[in-house]
């Protein structure tokens, strides 16, 4: 395979990067899940009733 | 007919509630004081009825216009004399009165005899504002509220930082006010002094009304 | 309304002239930035030539974020921005009156500049028609654009540095089209530099439209 | 911190719906890998390189999709005042601004053995994409500079309108700029591209889109959620506040 080397260096660094955002992005959301009060978490109430 | 009519108004700095819910109800000719430790709101209060404060719940209605939907209607009938001087320091006293009252419409001409009730001196009016004892810059910035002949007055700390002949010329100003009709609606910390000068004690704190005495 | 404009814009540069910050200040500092890149490049004179244009268009860059500071600092240093929604001026009086003063400050470090490049940089003016038409043009939309920014940022910490962030990419189609006008006007490229007026013309009516629907929202929330 | 044990109340911005998206963005990643580097063909011009596209296009699709939505949602805060809407636009900022550092990184790794070069001044795109950048750095400047709620919102939402309303005239005045550019005129329509290469393509936005719509949605309840951490306790602070009242009652000011 020509260019390999651009290759793994242009996919790695996007799905590296976009999974770190996503990683980043669940442990906010841990972090602030697990301070707001449990009635307090509306998106989440909503979520089950539908 | 009430000037202002506050009902449960919460308002919020950031998100911290200044106002925690205050009601209060003022009458045309009245000089209210509003007394009561720092933070405790009033300085919130006063900008409300300005119509510069945006309020989270409950109703304000100041000379019968709501202070949100009817704002532009609020702001020209007051004038407010907060912790800012709203002086531009490079323009001189003149200048600076000259402005303010073209901005208001208010006739330019008034501005030479508020600053004769004020008693800034002659000498002082091609000054640049910058060049201003803090009382003097005090009593110009007053002039500019007297120049707009407000039917609401709303004074944050008038007297600080003004001598004693200052103080006299002011508690002389909102006499006269009052007398011609106008409302006054002070926060002061000079208890000894506003006392006598207001028909009416209200004392704030943690954002609420906790006493209102009438004289 | 324009009377309000013309109260605005005046009392502004009453304040300029007074203070004389454009003058004593930012004239010398846009000189020293034209000797800078002089004594950047000089070593070679072909390249100096050719890269006139631009040189003088980011150094109006930079004169503007500290025009627009400036512009913005006179009315919150003491409260006036309160005040001026007390008095019940239109906002967009207040915007059009504070973008009219930046830009006649800006034109008039403009006419200094060009000298600046005749006499340093040794530029030739082919159509000083031209030059007049770029600078007029271009400086509406850079002063729309700053004074609406200018507003944007003035409740915020940080202004001096979140200013030029937001400031110089908006500001990214008039350095390229004034610049092409210049290379245009000095003769130092072949391209016609009318037609870029053009594009600084719909750069200055867009952003006037857009400071004027949103600079009252900026004034009432902070 | 207690956190809640019963299970009905997640501690996390998880939900089914998020977790059917992240198992197809899974799915459709190793789908997108498989016929990425083994399945299209190579380019009888660029070789090998042509894979790269593979990711380079969706993001940049994706970048121009997430600032239009935090348009949107900026035009629906300043309009409706809904703070729905400016969780919207601020969390798909986010998310753009990281596609759009990705455009940029692979179109720059893929400029380099095609064109021969990591950057290109004369190209409309590339130049427009970096300004489009640029501005929406800013705008998380803005938003990051705090203060209040609703003024932050105002502030940044009008950002995004000036950056949105300029960032055609930046095109079409890089456009001018140099009369030339780089990119092909869209190979996509001129039929140009072998059927695999295309579909892959095209499941490539597609895997990118459901990776959007995702985080999207983890992101917005961040959002929620630290609003809430901030607003939520309203009455809570409201009844700290009336009790100051009580305890320096008496206390004046000295």
């Known amino acids: 395979m020509t260019h390999l080397g651009y290759l793994l260096v242009g ?3 996007s799905l590296g990067a976009l999974g770190l ?26 979520e089950e009733t539908s | ?52 404060q945006r309020i989270e719940s409950g109703r304000a209605l100041v000379l019968e216009h709501d202070v949100v939907s009817d704002r532009a209607a609020v702001r020209r009938s007051v004038g407010l004399l907060g912790h800012d001087t709203a002086l531009y320091d490079d323009l001189s006293v003149e200048e600076n009165l000259r402005f303010w009252a073209r ?26 504002v910058r060049h201003l004892s803090a009382g003097q810059r005090r009593r ?12 609401l007055w709303l004074l944050d700390e008038p007297h600080a930082g003004l001598d004693q002949q200052g103080r006299d010329l002011i508690d002389g100003l909102v006499r006269q006010a009052a007398t011609a009709g106008a409302t006054v609606l002070l926060a002061s910390h000079e208890l000894d002094r506003t006392m006598g000068l207001a028909s009416r004690h209200v004392t704030v704190a943690g954002g609420t009304i906790t006493e209102d005495r009438t004289i | 309304m ?39 490049l000089d070593a070679n004179r072909p390249v100096l030539e050719r890269a006139t244009s631009g040189l003088f268009w980011i150094t109006i860059m930079f004169v503007t974020t500290l025009a627009v500071q400036r512009s913005t600092s006179i009315e919150t240093t003491d409260g006036a921005r309160r005040a001026l929604l007390l008095a019940g001026v239109e906002p967009v009086a207040v915007f059009a009156g504070k973008a009219a003063a930046v830009a006649v400050q800006l034109l008039a470090v403009e006419l200094v500049l060009v000298g600046g490049i005749v006499v ?31 507003a944007l940022v003035a409740g915020v910490r940080a202004r001096e540095t979140v200013l030029p962030i937001l400031l110089l990419p908006v500001l990214a189609p008039v350095l390229i089209g004034a610049t092409r006008a210049f290379d245009d006007a000095l003769g130092s490229v072949a391209v016609d530099g009318w037609a870029w007026i053009g594009m600084l013309a719909g750069f200055g009516l867009i952003n006037l439209v857009l400071g004027a629907l949103s600079y009252g929202v900026l004034l009432e929330e902070t | 911190m207690t956190t809640p044990a019963s299970s009905e109340v997640p501690v996390h911005t998880g939900s089914t719906t998020t977790r059917l998206l992240g198992i197809a963005v899974l799915v459709g990643l190793v789908a997108l890998i498989l016929l990425g580097f083994f399945g299209a063909p190579k380019d009888d011009e660029q070789a090998d390189a042509v894979r790269l596209i593979f990711v380079h296009v969706p993001s940049a699709f994706l970048t121009y999709a997430a600032f239009s939505v935090t348009a949107v949602g900026s035009v629906m805060w300043l309009w409706k005042r809904s703070v729905w809407w400016d969780l919207v ?45 640029l501005l929406m750095v800013g705008y998380l400047a803005v938003r990051s500079m705090g203060g209040d709620d609703s003024a932050v919102a105002t502030r940044s939402a009008i950002v995004a309108l000036i950056a949105a309303v300029n960032l055609p005239i930046v095109n079409r005045s890089v456009e001018w700029w140099f009369d030339r550019t780089l990119h092909q005129k869209s190979s996509l329509t001129d039929g140009n591209l072998e059927d695999l290469t295309l579909f892959t393509l095209l499941l490539g936005v597609v895997v990118w889109s459901l990776f959007y719509v995702w985080v999207m949605i983890h992101r917005f309840r961040v959002g929620w959620l630290e609003r809430e951490l901030r607003f939520g306790d309203l009455d809570l602070a409201l009844a700290q506040r009336r009790a100051e009242a009580h305890t320096i009652n008496d206390g004046g000011d000295r």
């Open chain 2, 1 to 52: 007919m009430s000037i202002i009519a506050l009902d449960g108004v919460v308002a919020l700095l950031g998100r911290f509630p200044a106002l925690a819910g205050v009601d209060l109800d003022v009458g045309a000719g009245e000089i209210v004081l509003l007394q009561g430790p720092n933070g405790a709101g009033k300085s919130t209060l006063l900008r409300v009825c300005a119509g510069l």
């Open chain 3, 2 to 40: 324009w009377r309000d404009v013309v109260l605005v814009a005046g009392k502004d540069l009453r304040i300029e002239w007074r203070s004389r910050v454009t003058f004593s200040q930012v004239v010398p500092f846009a000189g020293l930035v034209l000797v800078l890149f002089g004594f950047a």
């Open chain 3, 120 to 150: 340093l940089y040794g530029a030739e003016i082919d159509s000083f028609l031209l030059v007049v038409a770029t600078c007029l043009v271009a400086t509406v939309g850079i002063a729309a654009a700053g004074t609406l920014l200018g």
């Open chain 1, 21 to 46: 955002y996503a990683v980043r992005v669940m442990q906010r959301g841990r972090r602030a899940a697990a301070r707001v009060p449990a009635d307090r978490r509306r998106w989440l109430a909503a």
């Open chain 1, 11 to 13: 996919w790695g660094v």
């Open chain 2, 140 to 151: 110009t910035a007053l002039a500019a509220v007297v120049v707009r002949r407000p039917r």
């Open chain 4, 89 to 133: 636009a601020h969390g798909s900022a986010e998310i753009g601004v990281v596609f759009c550092s990705l455009t940029l990184f692979t179109g720059s790794v893929w400029g380099r053995p095609t064109w021969n070069t990591y950057w290109d001044w004369g190209d409309v795109r590339l130049v427009t994409t970096l300004i489009l950048l």
């Open chain 2, 103 to 128: 901005a208001s419409r208010v006739d330019v001409d008034a501005v030479d005899g508020a600053l004769d009730r004020l008693g800034v001196a002659d000498r002082l009016r091609d000054v640049p």
